[in-house]
């Protein structure tokens, strides 16, 4: 073990007298020091000088008066023998630590557990400058159970302080180490995986026995921690979260189209979109989708994926604007077991450790604040995340699809958007045309939902008359593919034949058909009334076809969890 191991007085419990304290407030100070021995130290804390009590009693007048005692501090990397002989050689009860620069650390008395056990230490570890220098981690333990010593490395692995564990009882300190069993007659351990259950780490031990003669006086253990064990135990951990993550994804999937013939539109605007998102797919270029909500941002940013070469690897769904500020960055990089207050016990794989060699989909990254784009950056340039409260880096190769309905470049100029941050994500980016830009599809829109439901409905179909029908060429549809969607869902609940006629569809509709302005005084309570009308009723038709799955319905309704979670109050949903 090494002497700053043994530092059991730090230096908020020590009375330190500067040079330039009167000799009344060094008294003072000394007061409270159950020791003789006093430390003097400058302003950086490098350790000057070392009087006595006895010494501060008879002096008067100035510090740099009272005279000082000879005796050399501790070095903080020197073998822990050498603290023994210098309180043999010296006769006192405290030492003081330094480091290389002769900066202050802490102090060493006799009462330390691990100084009464050196002499014993010697005989079972005759040569422990040797255990000092090894990185793999040691302790021994004597017959009687008692521990006589550790080394550094098991002190940073265990993090626990050498001087809390010298000199007691393995029993007390971990009960169920493999030691005490093979002190009491179990078989040997030779690289074999265990776990120390009191900090709940898994390393690769060989234990064995001492012996004097034929008399088994002791027992030493020699563990390390495998890098590759903890790869492997992370790609464990990664492949069961993708199997649940796919599990919740497996109902949606067949409305998110695989491929980009399943993107329902023929219009020319789209289909040059679709001509450059295919191109863009077969690389490795972080793409950026623009487009008004609803428009299919991520329909598109799925078809990209499966037409890579990443497509047998996990596309990971984000959405920077459903996740409040404060959990986006455990949500994106994870964190390591006791981060935070209220941190799962094992941790948490992040999103980006589950887009491994795949790609992440970034939505509404426009809705990301300052300090989490900055860290988005950093993971973009170096290629590696870090979990929150972990110091360990882990590479990633993940691609990175981000969309916005805001205006990036504006955001840019206003300085609530990273510059360089934009220049990385958008290699490549690709704008989506609202709904009212490409009208010619709503035929195709309206036909491919209203195959999907009157399968749910048990008939053969759902038609739409020519009146709804050129109603819905007409209307402006500023929530876009979305809107509609939910229009064409709203008509297939109200409407009881296999037929829509206008007066199925919500009521806002109506109201915008026949000319009703939304801002007036007389009708606006009115208006106000049908919409929230309509959408309690697509929430709870959202809950029911996804089982009260809050998760799903809210990714059906296309709506933030923020929003979800308000609306449900707001209409005292159950």
């Not at 908020?12 to 021995?37: G, M, W």
């Not at 491919?448 to 008939?459: L, N, P, V, Y």
């Not at 199925?504 to 049908?530: A, C, E, F, K, V």
Request: hydrophobic fraction near 40%; include cysteine; charged fraction near 25%.
């Amino acid at each position: 073990m090494l002497i700053r191991d043994l530092i059991d007085i730090d230096l908020d419990t020590l009375p330190i007298i500067f040079p330039d304290h009167s000799v009344e407030k060094a008294r003072e100070l000394c007061a409270q020091f159950p020791y003789n021995v006093i430390p003097v130290v400058d302003h950086t804390f490098k350790l000057t000088d070392i009087h006595t009590k006895d010494l501060l009693a008879d002096a008067t007048g100035h510090m740099l008066d009272v005279e000082a005692i000879d005796i050399d501090p501790l070095q903080g990397n020197d073998n822990a023998i050498k603290a023994k002989e210098l309180f043999q050689c010296n006769d006192i009860e405290l030492m003081f630590v330094v480091d290389r620069n002769g900066l202050l650390l802490g102090a060493v008395s006799t009462r330390n557990p691990a100084i009464k056990h050196l002499n014993s230490m010697s005989k079972l570890a005759p040569v422990p400058e040797i255990f000092d220098a090894m990185h793999d981690a040691i302790i021994i333990i004597n017959s009687e159970t008692t521990i006589i010593y550790t080394n550094h490395a098991y002190s940073e692995l265990i993090g626990v302080p050498v001087w809390k564990i010298i000199g007691k009882s393995m029993t007390m300190v971990e009960p169920t180490s493999k030691c005490l069993g093979v002190l009491r007659g179990d078989k040997p351990y030779v690289n074999e995986r265990i776990r120390i259950e009191t900090v709940n780490i898994e390393v690769i031990a060989t234990i064995t026995p001492i012996y004097e003669g034929s008399e088994k006086i002791g027992v030493i253990s020699v563990f390390r921690s495998i890098d590759e064990t903890i790869e492997l135990s992370r790609k464990v951990e990664r492949m069961e979260y993708i199997n649940r993550y796919l599990k919740d994804e497996l109902k949606l999937k067949a409305k998110l189209p695989c491929e980009f013939n399943s993107i329902i539109g023929k219009n020319g605007l789209l289909v040059e979109v679709l001509a450059k998102a295919s191109k863009v797919a077969k690389t490795n270029v972080n793409v950026l989708i623009l487009g008004e909500s609803g428009t299919g941002k991520e329909g598109l940013a799925n078809a990209i994926h499966y037409a890579s070469s990443r497509r047998n690897k996990p596309i990971i769904r984000v959405n920077c604007a459903a996740i409040p500020e404060a959990l986006l960055e455990s949500e994106l990089f994870g964190y390591s077991s006791g981060a935070f207050t209220g941190a799962h016990k094992s941790g948490k794989i992040g999103k980006f450790e589950l887009a491994d060699n795949g790609t992440i989909f970034l939505d509404e990254i426009g809705d990301m604040n300052l300090s989490m784009q900055s860290k988005l950056l950093r993971v973009i340039q170096e290629k590696e995340i870090e979990r929150i409260g972990d110091n360990k880096t882990i590479r990633v190769d993940v691609r990175i699809v981000s969309a916005t309905n805001k205006n990036l470049d504006k955001m840019v100029q206003e300085g609530s958007f990273r510059e360089d941050l934009y220049y990385r994500l958008n290699v490549f980016s690709i704008i989506l045309p609202p709904l009212r830009e490409r009208k010619d599809d709503i035929y195709l829109l309206v036909d491919h939902f209203a195959q999907s439901i009157a399968s749910d409905k048990g008939i053969d179909h759902l038609y739409f008359s020519k009146e709804v029908m050129d109603f819905f060429m007409e209307y402006d549809w500023k929530g876009n593919i979305r809107e509609l969607q939910n229009v064409v869902e709203y008509a297939s609940v109200v409407c009881q034949r296999d037929k829509v006629y206008l007066e199925d569809l919500p009521s806002y509709l109506l109201n915008y058909r026949t000319g009703i302005s939304n801002d007036t005084t007389s009708s606006g309570g009115n208006i106000n009334s049908q919409i929230r009308e309509l959408e309690r009723n697509a929430i709870i038709k959202a809950m029911k076809e996804h089982n009260n799955n809050k998760s799903a319905a809210m990714r059906t309704l296309g709506i933030s969890r923020r929003t979800f979670y308000k609306k449900l109050k707001e209409y005292d949903i159950e």
